[in-house]
């Protein structure tokens, strides 16, 4: 479904559920992580894709009453009322609720607001639909009561809204390639400076992301604990974020305790391999992209200790099957893999990824 489609969906959800027309409607693309996992909340490079047809639309009119928001999922087709000074509760409206506080919740006090969202990205696949709904929501408040939207400041805000709000400590990546990103397009992104610049298809081949069957759910205590971890890391290293670590550090890496040394490992190792990847992708090197996908994968489930057996099983039958790379993608503990595949190849290699894994489901293909 285009975002045309989808806007014009969330736009007729809307109108069935209050009875009247949206104000202004609004949309954010998933995205899918081809290299660089966990490097973001230190510092570090990422190689993030905005994905076409999968994303979250959002619909917002004034009312009901003054601070109520009423919001309505058409995915969900479930209806919560919060107000606009609530806390986060851990429901899916938090997402939305954190992002009208945001960005216009004095103008909320006032006016009440109406919201109806729907989503093509299906929770806990790893391709980052909370971010998408923080970014389609503040897009369509900043709309609605005519504020800034720079798409830089959309991703900051956004972020904030995760980390501040709903209280998941994540980096960058997901909100800065939703809001910044072009569908179907890599984005290279340096997550400390957020210096960023597209970066070319890999000529005759395609990114396939295949949901696993597990969901995954990042505010469990999995996420957080990586992130303390390489917080105690740094204590331990005395440096600011891994990012300022480099090969002269080896030695005191490895002196680490476990599992500081190998989550140390993993996020230095991503970097280099993001940066690797960049210029392979200049370079049109489909197989070297693919080679650095699997050291990824491997890293994750080693020493980062993020993948789960069914992402494992998947990415190894996506190599047997004829995939140049394939990799865990997403914060991790399940979700989606992503798999370089040849252009001629895909139809063939759909088919036996669908045969040997029937919990499985291709999402997308760039």
Sequence with gaps: MSDREQLAAVAIAYRAHFGGDPEVTAYAPGRVNLLGEHTD??????????????G???????????????????SLD??????????????????????????????????????????????GAGLSSSAALEVASLRAAAGLFGKPAC????????????????????????????????????LFLNTRTLEHAPAPALPAHRFVIVHSGVSHQLTEDGYATRVAECRAACDALGVDMLSDLGPADGTRIEALPEPLNRRTRHVLGDNNRTLHGLAALRAGDAAEFGRLM??????????????????DALAEAALALGALGARQTGGGWGGSVVALVAETRVDGWIAGISRGFPAARVLTVT
């Design 41 to 54: 909340y230190n510092g570090g490079y990422v190689l993030p894709m905005a994905l076409n047809g999968l």
């Design 78 to 123: 479930a209806t919560e009322t919060r107000h606009i000074g609530d806390a986060a509760e851990g429901r899916w409206s938090d997402y939305l609720l954190g992002s009208l506080k945001a960005m216009a919740e004095a103008e909320i006090r006032e006016t009440g607001l109406s919201a109806a969202l729907m989503t093509t990205l299906p929770m």
């Design 151 to 186: 798409p830089v400041e959309i991703a900051r805000m956004a972020r904030a809204v995760e980390n501040e709000f709903v209280g998941m400590p994540c980096g960058i990546m997901d909100q800065f390639a939703s809001s910044v990103g072009r569908p179907g397009e890599a």
């Design 294 to 311: 699997i050291d990824s994968h491997a890293s994750q489930r080693d020493d980062y200790q993020i993948t789960v057996p069914q992402t």
């Design 56 to 74: 979250v639309a959002v619909a917002l009119g004034r009312g009901p009453a003054p601070g109520v928001v009423e919001a309505y999922s058409g």
